[in-house]
């Protein structure tokens, strides 16, 4: 049973950094696709970003390319997304999913497992 656990949420400044950590359990996630995505308060779900497992492939919403990075720990079975230069309204729940395969899937409907969240609020 795939477990997805979020963690490095927070209160940050305008401007600042954060580093989200998603540590994955429960099976080999070779062959996987992770992603990280997000959601404000009245809003729908969207993505952030993804890689795969094997980290041959990232791929990056417009709204955070430049800003945020996507990694992998491999030996440690986690997901990081390292989140800087934040603006107000990157104010969001963060969610790391996992999808098997290897895909530039950027809708949730596409990744079957998902973490509780994990909050970021952004102060101006």
């Known amino acids: 049973q795939v477990r997805l656990v979020e963690s490095g949420g927070g209160l940050v400044q305008a401007g600042g950094s954060l580093r989200l950590s998603c540590s994955a359990s429960?099976?080999?996630?070779?062959?996987?696709?992770m992603g990280w995505f997000r959601q404000a308060s009245g809003k729908e779900r969207e993505f952030v970003a993804l890689?795969?497992?094997?980290?041959?492939?990232?791929y990056y919403a417009d709204s955070v390319k430049g800003r945020f990075a996507i990694s992998r720990d491999i030996a440690k079975n986690t997901v990081y997304l390292q989140m800087n230069r934040l603006k107000p309204e990157d104010t969001a729940v963060y969610y790391c999913?996992?999808?098997?395969?290897?895909?530039?899937?950027?809708?949730?409907?596409?990744?079957?497992?998902w973490g509780q969240g994990t909050p970021v609020t952004v102060s101006s």
């Open positions: 999913a996992a999808r098997s395969g290897v895909a530039v899937a950027t809708e949730d409907y596409n990744y079957a497992n």
């Open positions: 429960g099976r080999t996630f070779s062959g996987y696709t």
């Open positions: 890689i795969t497992w094997s980290g041959s492939l990232t």
